[in-house]
């Protein structure tokens, strides 16, 4: 090959060999990590399973009111054994349209492993703050209704995080131990 040639000839093959190498960085920060007896989750590996399931809406006392769930935000602090997760939040109903952010909750909770599911649910989540301005202000008790019925729902059925059929089939026969979150990830600990 001619000079001119040979350099854009390495300029392209370096270009692709750097491309190939980022996909497989971003395969690795996705990818749910099987590690001898655990299995290990970042915030970012929930984060995207989340966005892709919200918005969501939700009837609420007695189809009375319906609630748009929208832009989940979940963070796994390292000094903390509960997820942080933020939402928006809409309103349709009472006067109300769902079309625009009523406000925010933020909630903390545990994490439990259903094995019929091969998923991760909230356990014992707790409401730590809400604001709902167009309902009267910070929190009243028609917004706290609406907030905690909805949160023992979606506890009951909503994953926060379901196992891809790959890993489920690394796993095979072995049994799930117990869940923790600890440094900033959630930890699935298995039976040896």
Request: proline residues 4%; contains cysteine.
């Amino acid at each position: 090959m001619t000079d001119p040639r040979r350099r854009s000839f390495l300029r392209i093959a370096a270009l692709a060999a750097t491309a190939t190498l980022l996909a497989g960085c971003a395969a690795l920060d996705t990818a749910q990590a099987l590690l001898g007896n655990q299995v290990a989750f970042t915030a970012p590996q929930l984060q995207a399973q989340l966005d892709r399931h919200y918005p969501r809406r939700y009837e609420q006392l007695g189809g009375l009111v319906e609630l748009t769930v929208m832009n989940p935000r979940i963070a796994l602090p390292e000094n903390s054994t509960r997820l942080h997760l933020d939402f928006d939040v809409g309103v349709d109903g009472m006067g109300l349209r769902s079309d625009r952010t009523a406000g925010h909750f933020a909630i903390t909770s545990g994490l439990r492993y259903d094995t019929r599911a091969n998923a991760l649910y909230l356990e014992e989540p707790e409401l730590e703050s809400a604001e709902l301005p167009l309902l009267g202000g910070r929190m009243n008790a028609t917004g706290r209704d609406l907030i905690n019925g909805w949160l023992r729902d979606y506890a009951r059925s909503e994953p926060v995080y379901r196992l891809d059929a790959d890993l489920q089939d690394k796993l095979g026969a072995r049994q799930v131990a117990g869940t923790l979150i600890q440094n900033g990830r959630v930890v699935i600990k298995l039976d040896r």
